[in-house]
């Protein structure tokens, strides 16, 4: 668990934030399935740099 918070620590300063209109989620509820694939693929897609940082420290 060390190496993980050494590794986040160390990323901090490489990942960018997002883009004040990419900071959100628009909201399925109430759309079609598209809707509810594109939010679960910007989930994911955000997601990916940790999951890399949790795989990287082992």
Do not use: N
């Not at 160390?10 to 759309?31: K, M, N, T, V, Y």
């Not at 594109?38 to 949790?54: K, Q």
């Amino acid at each position: 668990m060390r190496a993980a918070v050494a590794a986040a620590a160390q990323a901090r300063g490489r990942l960018q934030p997002a883009a004040p209109d990419e900071d959100d989620l628009r909201d399925p509820i109430g759309g079609t399935a598209a809707d509810f694939r594109r939010c679960a693929e910007e989930i994911e897609r955000s997601l990916r740099p940790l999951a890399a940082l949790i795989g990287a420290a082992g």
